[in-house]
């Protein structure tokens, strides 16, 4: 970290406020796991070196389908939004990383890495943007894009996808998230073959434009802004993509995209053993594609995803490396509140996950003792976990209480005097 966003002094002096209680806490949480055979520090370590990227759009304020009533001192451009996730990062030290979405994002690549480097920030996958028309293009997206019917639109879909690689390749970003909104209102009104086939063969073709040590990732939505039929609706669709177009195509989970109860973590685990899981978008959801912060509705699904992840890690499955991102839009809350909330969620899911017994879960498991199966993963998350993810942080040299040093810090009010009230909407829903 080369540029301190909020000043050093102001982080130390609540840390010093906290630190007795916290080493106290860490004391009596490293008894307590020694107890079961766990060792804090190689938890602490491994917490330590868990991160997850933060979504660009994520610290602007978001909206509703019906309105967006702007926050105070919002991020005017992408580099007031760097600014944002440089706070993000100074005090969690959990999100070295900023996933960009183009055009929204679009500047000068040499500008966007000066500006990350100042800030020691890197980035992670870009995503593209067919979902909705920019003033300067030939074809709308109304009817769709990379499916479209008209050859030309899809032709326009797919250089914007191949301008993202080459934006993303000028920032050192190694992925490329594609996510569209095409499908359908009315039965009838598409063919779902058809369509699908345009859309294999759009992808094709940016697929090709990947360089050697860049992923592809396609992220599934079960429906929105269609309501009858997306191109891409589920984890099957999802990964028939991956498999058709290669070695470098994976699935993109994002959790809010999925029909109410269904297993996520289950799914997660599908694409794992068969090779094709490529990421997160880590959010949380009670309905639909709510975009709530992680772990705010049901944290112990978060944690059953992590346990998954654990489990892989811990087989050794060849070639696992799945990349970690938020994906949220934030109403009522400061997005810098909730963006350093959710990625201590994320973090304390994996730490729960880590605590998880997993030789005698598989005693229990192949014994068919389903009640004692179900007590180890409810052992393990029922652990408070805190004291670790606050010492990683602390020891990092980020805050103790993230939400706490950034409310003394006045970071918001401060930005709010060069930043303009924000007038109109702006995406920020995907
Ligand atoms: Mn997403």
Redesign the pocket.
């Known amino acids: 970290m080369t540029d301190q966003t909020i000043a050093a002094d102001i982080v130390s002096a609540d840390n010093d406020k906290r630190q007795p209680a916290l080493a106290a806490d860490y004391a009596a949480l490293g008894e307590k796991l020694a107890r079961d055979n766990s060792d804090i520090e190689a938890i602490t370590q491994k917490v330590s070196e868990f991160f997850v990227a933060v979504p660009s759009w994520g610290v602007g304020t978001g909206g509703t389908r019906f309105a967006r009533f702007p926050g105070f001192g919002e991020p005017r451009h992408i580099f007031d939004k760097l600014d944002d996730c440089a706070v993000i990062q100074q005090l969690t030290r959990t999100t070295p990383t900023v996933s960009l979405h183009i055009p929204w994002d679009k500047a000068d690549p040499k500008e966007l890495k000066a500006k990350a480097d100042a800030l020691g920030l890197r980035f992670d996958a870009m995503n593209s943007n067919t979902f909705s028309d920019q003033a300067d293009q030939a074809h709308s997206y109304k009817f769709g894009s990379l499916s479209h019917v008209d050859a030309g639109t899809r032709q326009q879909a797919v250089e914007h996808n191949i301008e993202c690689i080459e934006i993303g390749s000028a920032l050192g970003s190694k992925a490329l998230?594609v996510?569209v909104g095409d499908g359908s209102n009315f039965p009838g009104q598409s063919s779902f073959t058809r369509s699908f086939e345009r859309y294999l063969d759009s992808m094709r073709t940016v697929y090709k434009a990947l360089p050697d040590d860049w992923r592809l990732f396609s992220?599934h939505?079960m429906y929105e802004p269609a309501f009858y039929s997306t191109i891409v609706q589920d984890w099957g669709t999802n990964y028939l993509i991956a498999q058709t177009l290669g070695d470098k195509a994976f699935c993109?989970v994002?959790l809010?995209?999925h029909a109410p109860n269904t297993n996520i973590e289950m799914i997660v685990a599908r694409l794992i053993q068969f090779g094709k899981l490529g990421g997160f978008?880590f959010?949380d959801s009670k309905y639909g594609?709510d975009d709530l912060d992680a772990g705010s509705i049901d944290p112990y699904r978060l944690f059953l995803v992590f346990n998954e992840l654990v489990d892989a890690e811990h087989r050794g499955v060849k070639g696992f490396h799945p990349a970690h991102m938020i994906?949220q839009s934030h109403n009522v809350t400061d997005p810098i509140e909730s963006l350093m909330s959710s990625a201590n969620e994320i973090r304390r899911a994996y730490a729960q996950a880590l605590l998880v017994d997993r030789a005698a879960l598989e005693g229990f498991q192949d014994g068919n003792d389903a009640l004692m199966a179900s007590e180890t993963l409810k052992r393990a998350y029922r652990t408070d976990v805190e004291p670790i993810l606050a010492e990683a942080r602390r020891r990092a040299g980020g805050a103790i209480d993230p939400v706490a040093a950034y409310r003394a810090s006045g970071y918001r009010k401060s930005v709010a005097a060069q930043r303009p009230a924000v007038k109109g909407g702006s995406g920020g829903i995907?």
Request: hydrophobic share 25%.
């Open positions: 998230t996510w992220e939505k993109l994002d809010g995209h978008h959010n594609d994906d995907i």
